[in-house]
């Protein structure tokens, strides 16, 4: 995998590299980029968590991630997902040394990438994070308020969830106000310009069960998980409407969903 050192997010500066497509690293990437071993992996998670200013921590469920062409498609958080406490406890850790060793104050969020029982990270983000956005109506401090809370040293209970959450970033699509009759659920548009491949907002639902996160969204009986295949998207052509692309973003997140608990 070839990374530019900066200005590289969201798959833009990256390039995974075969002996097949080596000529797209032209001459003047060199001295730009560096190179890593590809990791074959299973899956991908974040944890978001904050130091205080007085050492103490706090941390928010482990959440599975789905990206794709590099970009953060869906962040999925229930605490009842198989080897949940495992990946829960290794990333606490791992995330708790660094920030400790560095005296850090405030979010920060951190990536992994799941080789079996093991968890290799693969990003840190000295902020608040695309994969946290469900908690402004998943639990019951947000990520936004958490980090004001840190660097306040404001006291502060153990973070709590209502119930299974799943984030759908919006990316590259107009704004439909019919997103805000979907139960259950809460758009936060951030009100830039749309263009291809830019994340626009988030779509945070919650429900009481896991495999009914969508159900109350779209009909999801045709639908069958497929990681193989990566659930690509199955949006409709030619022309699609605004609300059929937005049920296929959902209907996609619905087996991505139904994957991590079979």
Not at 4 to 21: C, L
Not at 52 to 62: A, H, I
Request: one cysteine or more.
């Amino acid at each position: 995998v070839v990374k530019r050192r900066t200005g590289g997010y969201d798959g833009r500066g990256q390039w995974i590299v075969t002996k097949e497509n080596i000529e797209q690293i032209t001459p003047e990437l060199f001295g730009e980029v560096i190179v890593e071993k590809f990791i074959p992996f299973d899956g991908e998670i974040s944890i978001v968590g904050a130091r205080f200013r007085d050492g103490s921590t706090r941390f928010y469920p482990v959440t599975h991630n789905l990206q794709q062409n590099g970009i953060l498609r869906y962040s999925v958080s229930d605490v009842t997902l198989p080897k949940q406490a495992i990946f829960q406890q290794q990333a606490e850790q791992m995330l708790s040394s660094i920030m400790q060793e560095l005296e850090y104050v405030g979010v920060m969020a951190m990536e992994c990438f799941v080789v079996g029982d093991k968890l290799l990270i693969n990003e840190l983000a000295p902020r608040v994070h695309n994969s946290g956005h469900w908690t402004q109506l998943g639990c019951s401090i947000s990520q936004f308020e958490l980090h004001l809370r840190a660097l306040l040293n404001l006291p502060t209970p153990e973070l709590k969830t209502a119930a299974p959450s799943v984030m759908v970033n919006l990316i590259g699509i107009e704004h439909n106000n019919q997103w805000l009759d979907l139960p259950f659920s809460q758009l936060h548009w951030y009100g830039k310009e749309v263009r291809s491949g830019r994340k626009v907002g988030p779509l945070a639902s919650r429900l009481r069960k896991t495999k009914e996160i969508l159900l109350s969204i779209v009909p999801i009986a045709s639908v069958k998980p497929d990681l193989n295949r990566r659930l690509s998207l199955q949006v409709p052509h030619p022309q699609p409407s605004l609300l059929n692309l937005g049920k296929a973003l959902l209907k996609s997140v619905a087996a991505f969903t139904a994957s991590l608990t079979s």
